[in-house]
């Protein structure tokens, strides 16, 4: 079962049980584990939700892992700075997990509504297929292609600052990059690529600086795109493999769902959504995925403290008791 909003349509969509059509696909960080919803997209009730959405049906969390601490997560970043530091790399996309299990019983539906309400330009999420159950909302375009004109569309979105702080040096190098990770791969497949000026995107309490592109691809071209594109550097960071090494190496827990991305796919379009602003739901825990892009200049408290406003994305918008 699943139950989702796309930006800015306050609609209520689910799929029905055709067997012959996989429209809503989530594929893990690490593209080694896909989770599809067969049927054709349709609009769905509020109230249908309210009675599919019941955490009986969730599973209990058999991990009993426990997230980093805050000296954990300091010492391994400092570990991971000296590594970009030595490499030269532009950035480092490093995550963490944070284990929330304060609560009694979770009402699944009403976080959704509430998270749906925060976040009404993301791409906002529940679904649980029996042994795996995630929520998340995040405005994230990986790709966008028009069926009908061949326009593919997408974004670099990197930086995170509280909506009322100003940019500094640090985030506008941390953005540089990805754009132009983008605009190389697009190269590829058009010689006419539209590329906007940089300018603030909003999602809830925090900003990132966006950057927009647009371009017309051969349709059969598109799968090998989005292979290419993933990860972004605003999820993994440059150069790509060197980065995923890292990543592997560093973090705690694998990422699963976390970083990777979501396919829509209508009669007159597809759709790719960053997993981003995410978490696996429990019976009694909540696992809340977080990370930050890493520079040479960051700041490890600093970055401990974005990783802690991001968690809240998902944990203000908890209904629990």
Not at 99 to 116: A, G, M, V
Not at 124 to 141: C, K, L, P, T
Not at 166 to 178: D, L, R, T
Not at 296 to 306: C, D, G, H, R
């Amino acid at each position: 079962m699943i139950y989702f909003k796309l930006p800015f349509d306050e609609q209520l969509y689910s799929t029905d049980k055709d067997q012959h059509l996989n429209s809503v696909s989530f594929y893990s960080f690490d593209r080694q584990n896909q989770i599809g919803f067969e049927g054709t997209i349709i609009q769905a009730g509020e109230q249908n939700a309210s009675q599919d959405l019941t955490d009986t049906l969730l599973l209990k969390d058999q991990n009993h892992c426990e997230g980093e601490t805050k000296d954990e997560y300091i010492s391994t970043l400092e570990n991971v700075i000296e590594v970009i530091k030595e490499n030269r790399l532009p950035k480092l996309v490093y995550s963490r997990r944070k284990i929330f299990r304060d609560f009694i019983q979770i009402n699944l539906s009403e976080s959704f509504k509430n998270l749906c309400a925060s976040y009404p330009n993301a791409f906002r999420y529940i679904f649980n297929d029996g042994q795996n159950a995630w929520m998340g909302a995040f405005s994230e375009v990986l790709g966008r292609f028009s069926k009908e004109t061949h326009q593919f569309e997408t974004m670099a979105l990197a930086g995170t600052l509280p909506v009322s702080e100003e940019w500094s040096e640090k985030e506008i190098e941390e953005q540089k990059p990805v754009a132009s990770y983008i605009q190389n791969i697009l190269n590829h497949y058009s010689d006419e690529v539209q590329q906007s000026e940089t300018y603030d995107h909003i999602s809830g309490n925090i900003k990132h600086l966006r950057t927009d592109f647009t371009t017309h691809i051969q349709p059969e071209d598109l799968d090998q795109l989005i292979r290419e594109l993933h990860p972004t550097p605003a999820v993994c960071g440059i150069p790509k493999d060197f980065c995923i090494e890292n990543i592997e190496k560093y973090e705690k827990f694998p990422r699963e769902l976390y970083a990777g991305y979501i396919k829509i796919e209508t009669e007159k379009s597809i759709q790719y959504f960053v997993n981003l602003r995410c978490a696996r739901l429990y019976q009694d825990a909540v696992h809340i995925f977080v990370g930050g892009g890493i520079t040479a200049q960051s700041n490890p408290e600093k970055e401990w403290t974005e990783t802690e406003l991001k968690s809240e994305a998902i944990l203000k918008n908890l209904a629990v008791s």
